[in-house]
T-cell receptor, first 113, second 113 residues
């Protein structure tokens, strides 16, 4: 158990819909990262927040947005969903004792029908 | 931007054979990290190498960091079915509060019992 929690575990929705994925980092970690993992693309970095502020952006679509709240939990919002958005979405946290080691949550499997 | 490449993409071995995966970065790294993802699981931190030429061992796993700090390898001696999974290397970002990691695409190891 990494100490990072993600909800929900599974999400099935239709094209055009909007969903919100939630992540709670390990206690004491200030950074939260979001990744998308599909079969052919590996781990694609989406975005990083540090103590409530956006710090780095990767290959995140404009239809996707994220935020980190004062209690350090984070949400990833995916809108106007397309079939190709079906993937595993991982959240990771860091910033504790080993600052750049990342601890991954169990992931949310999103299926867009 | 920074690129991290891993070879091979796939490796199938008979149980008891050795396995090696190689990681190369386009830039010099302050450290390199290795993660393992079991099928259906999430990436789990294995180890971090920091010093040029560093070698670390974890039971049957041997990790090396190149002298130029741009390449690394993971060697597994006498593979077991429990070694099955995808092995990722990752290099950190520019430091400060940006602990973004750039992941390689991973090497999927399958072991025939």
């Amino acid at each position: 158990d990494s100490g990072v929690t993600q909800t929900p575990k599974h999400l099935i929705t239709a094209t055009g819909q909007r969903v919100t994925l939630r992540c709670s980092p390990r206690s004491g970690d200030l950074s939260v990262y979001w990744y998308q993992q599909s079969l052919d693309q590996g781990l694609q970095f989406l975005i990083q927040y540090y103590n409530g502020e956006e710090r780095a952006k990767g290959n995140i679509l404009e239809r996707f947005s994220a935020q980190q709240f004062p209690d350090l939990h984070s949400e990833l919002n995916l809108s106007s969903l397309e079939l190709g958005d079906s993937a595993l979405y991982f959240c990771a946290s860091s910033g504790g004792l080993h600052r750049d080691t990342q601890y991954f949550g169990p992931g949310t499997r999103l299926t867009v029908l | 931007g920074q690129q991290v490449m891993q070879i091979p993409q796939y490796q199938h071995v008979q149980e008891g054979e050795d396995f090696t995966t190689y990681c190369n970065s386009s830039t010099t790294l302050s450290n390199i990290q290795w993660y393992k993802q079991r099928p259906g699981g999430h990436p789990v931190f294995l180890i971090q190498l920091v010093k040029s030429g560093e070698v670390k061992k974890q039971k049957r796993l041997t990790f090396q960091f190149g002298e130029a700090k741009k390449n690394s390898s993971l060697h597994i001696t006498a593979t077991q079915t429990t070694d099955v999974g995808t092995y990722f290397c990752a290099g950190p970002g520019s430091g400060g509060s940006n602990y973004k990691l750039t992941f390689g695409k991973g090497t999927l190891l399958t072991v025939n019992p």
